[in-house]
């Protein structure tokens, strides 16, 4: 049977006190409303339907993959769902409805609940979980009389919201997840018939459990294993909550695949970055968007590394990289920042409080220590002395700096853009390169020295 899911996304997120719309915030780098996405696509729903309206022109872009519809006013999550009734016209199936605001929730859940209402031949199926402390979270009443399943549980009879519930309902610790798998048909009917009396004023989604089963259908409830992954996030608190425990999750799956970390809490994986075994990650190490590590290298401490590719053998340490390459070998830092189409190449350094920008060093070539090199494309086996700079702006715009093999830069050179340095040349420290050094020579543009003899003791203070 096939799936469709609608991932609801319009909500404001008052708790969050942010000007940015609550889906739109982000666990280890991705918006709370593409984990869910993620999740719905990897329980095999096609097409997604997101519903967007507060801050749509911030959400529209995240979900841009997906049919995106509005939902002009907030009126609740049943008036939401009711906005995907055009997108889904002639869908016939399942409808996975799904709050976008619990980036926890995995593929397999959902898949699991979806095939449970197929196969209890429901109208709806919704998923709960027992909490410890339910409060906030719409609360699962259920027939203590006949009808119990073969979990021995009564039927699902309605959802009290946290608001609406008396005493004893909100005793109650069974919750409702806001993940929810219906039959396409009769569902948009069915929320037709949602009242606003209650005491948000708002049209719930839940409420349509119970107008479904007053209408003679079956309505069941499915208990997720693992509670955690039907965290909503509503607050601040609740997405560092939400962080920590996907956190857990990624670096458990790299360990188990081969990856070290002597301190996982203290490493921080993004769900798009690869990484292949006996790579080991120190502690305060940051991996984001589509980093890639190789076999054998060594990352951290303090390092954040940011859509950059990093090959087999390397030692980054202390190293801010932003879509970087860095070949096998290589080594970085302590206290390295690769800028954008930085590339080291095989076996070559970026060492100590060095900047490098859109350049490639060439194989087994150094920078230790020290330096700004910037728009620049250098050979294989160069050293670079330290605190030597090019001087790539001129204050309009931004030149090169071409440097051949085996080039050998004394320390303290300045190396002013446009400028080449032949292969095989030698530049004496100090310099101030101004004029392209042709191969083989030697460049050195300072100012001689003077020696003035017994100057010193002649002007000694005694
Ligand atoms: C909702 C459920 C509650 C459940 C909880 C699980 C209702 C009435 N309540 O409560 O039973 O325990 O989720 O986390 O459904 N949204 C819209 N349009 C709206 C209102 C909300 O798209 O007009 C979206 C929000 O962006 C959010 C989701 O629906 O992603 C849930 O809304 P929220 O206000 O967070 O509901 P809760 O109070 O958490
Ligand atoms: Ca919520």
Same mark, same amino acid.
């Given at each position: 049977?096939?799936?469709?899911?609608?991932?609801?996304?319009?909500?404001?997120?008052?708790?969050?006190?942010?000007?940015?719309?609550?889906?739109?915030?982000?666990?280890?780098?991705?918006?709370?409303?593409?984990?869910?996405?993620?999740?719905?696509?990897?329980?095999?729903?096609?097409?997604?339907?997101?519903?967007?309206?507060?801050?749509?022109?911030?959400?529209?872009?995240?979900?841009?993959?997906?049919?995106?519809?509005?939902?002009?006013?907030?009126?609740?999550?049943?008036?939401?769902?009711?906005?995907?009734?055009?997108?889904?016209?002639?869908?016939?199936?399942?409808?996975?409805?799904?709050?976008?605001?619990?980036?926890?929730?995995?593929?397999?859940?959902?898949?699991?609940?979806?095939?449970?209402?197929?196969?209890?031949?429901?109208?709806?199926?919704?998923?709960?979980?027992?909490?410890?402390?339910?409060?906030?979270?719409?609360?699962?009443?259920?027939?203590?009389?006949?009808?119990?399943?073969?979990?021995?549980?009564?039927?699902?009879?309605?959802?009290?919201?946290?608001?609406?519930?008396?005493?004893?309902?909100?005793?109650?610790?069974?919750?409702?997840?806001?993940?929810?798998?219906?039959?396409?048909?009769?569902?948009?009917?069915?929320?037709?018939?949602?009242?606003?009396?209650?005491?948000?004023?708002?049209?719930?989604?839940?409420?349509?459990?119970?107008?479904?089963?007053?209408?003679?259908?079956?309505?069941?409830?499915?208990?997720?294993?693992?509670?955690?992954?039907?965290?909503?996030?509503?607050?601040?608190?609740?997405?560092?909550?939400?962080?920590?425990?996907?956190?857990?999750? &990624?670096?458990?799956?790299? =360990?188990? !695949? @081969? *990856?070290?970390?002597? #301190?996982?809490?203290?490493?921080?994986?993004?769900?798009? %970055?690869?990484?292949?075994?006996?790579?080991?990650?120190?502690?305060?190490?940051?991996?984001?968007?589509?980093?890639?590590?190789?076999?054998?290298?060594?990352?951290?401490?303090?390092?954040?590394?940011?859509?950059?590719?990093?090959?087999?053998?390397?030692?980054?340490?202390?190293?801010?990289?932003?879509?970087?390459?860095?070949?096998?070998?290589?080594?970085?830092?302590?206290?390295?920042?690769?800028?954008?189409?930085?590339?080291?190449?095989?076996?070559?350094?970026?060492?100590?409080?060095?900047?490098?920008?859109?350049?490639?060093?060439?194989?087994?070539?150094?920078?230790?220590?020290?330096?700004? &090199?910037?728009?620049?494309? =250098?050979? !294989? @086996? *160069?050293?670079?002395? #330290?605190?030597?700079?090019?001087?790539?702006?001129?204050? %309009?715009?931004?030149?090169?700096?071409?440097?051949?093999?085996?080039?050998?830069?004394?320390?303290?050179?300045?190396?002013?853009?446009?400028?080449?340095?032949?292969?095989?040349?030698?530049?004496?420290?100090?310099?101030?390169?101004?004029?392209?050094?042709?191969?083989?020579?030697?460049?050195?543009?300072?100012?001689?020295?003077?020696?003035?003899?017994?100057?010193?003791?002649?002007?000694?203070?005694?």
């Amino acid at each position: 049977m096939s799936t469709a899911a609608i991932v609801l996304c319009a909500g404001a997120g008052t708790r969050m006190k942010s000007e940015k719309p609550k889906v739109a915030h982000e666990v280890l780098g991705r918006p709370l409303a593409q984990w869910v996405v993620a999740a719905a696509r990897a329980a095999g729903a096609d097409p997604v339907v997101s519903v967007v309206g507060h801050g749509a022109e911030q959400v529209r872009p995240l979900v841009a993959d997906t049919v995106v519809v509005e939902q002009p006013e907030q009126r609740g999550t049943a008036d939401a769902v009711r906005c995907a009734r055009e997108a889904l016209a002639g869908f016939d199936g399942s409808v996975l409805v799904l709050t976008g605001d619990s980036p926890l929730i995995t593929g397999k859940t959902l898949r699991m609940l979806a095939d449970a209402r197929v196969r209890e031949g429901a109208a709806c199926a919704v998923l709960t979980m027992q909490m410890a402390d339910p409060f906030g979270y719409g609360r699962i009443v259920r027939g203590a009389d006949a009808g119990a399943g073969a979990s021995g549980l009564g039927e699902v009879h309605r959802i009290v919201e946290q608001k609406d519930a008396t005493a004893e309902e909100a005793a109650i610790c069974e919750c409702n997840s806001g993940f929810y798998c219906f039959d396409a048909a009769g569902l948009f009917d069915a929320l037709e018939q949602v009242g606003c009396e209650n005491a948000a004023g708002e049209y719930y989604l839940t409420d349509v459990l119970e107008i479904l089963r007053k209408a003679g259908e079956r309505v069941i409830a499915v208990q997720a294993s693992d509670a955690q992954e039907c965290a909503g996030v509503n607050s601040r608190v609740q997405l560092a909550e939400a962080t920590r425990v996907m956190q857990q999750r &990624i670096n458990r799956a790299h =360990m188990e !695949a @081969g *990856v070290t970390m002597m #301190a996982p809490e203290m490493v921080w994986i993004g769900p798009d %970055v690869i990484i292949e075994p006996d790579v080991e990650l120190l502690p305060m190490t940051f991996l984001e968007g589509n980093t890639r590590v190789a076999r054998n290298t060594v990352i951290g401490p303090n390092s954040r590394l940011t859509d950059t590719q990093v090959g087999a053998g390397c030692t980054v340490d202390e190293t801010v990289a932003v879509e970087a390459r860095i070949d096998d070998g290589a080594t970085c830092g302590p206290r390295a920042y690769l800028r954008p189409g930085a590339h080291l190449m095989e076996g070559a350094k970026a060492g100590t409080h060095v900047e490098i920008k859109k350049s490639t060093i060439g194989p087994g070539s150094k920078v230790p220590h020290l330096s700004y &090199i910037g728009d620049t494309t =250098m050979g !294989a @086996g *160069v050293n670079i002395g #330290a605190g030597s700079i090019t001087c790539n702006y001129d204050g %309009v715009s931004k030149h090169a700096t071409v440097i051949g093999d085996d080039v050998f830069v004394g320390s303290d050179t300045m190396m002013v853009a446009p400028v080449e340095i032949g292969s095989g040349a030698v530049v004496g420290a100090g310099s101030v390169i101004t004029k392209d050094v042709p191969a083989d020579s030697l460049a050195v543009a300072r100012a001689r020295e003077r020696v003035i003899d017994d100057w010193a003791k002649k002007h000694a203070k005694h």
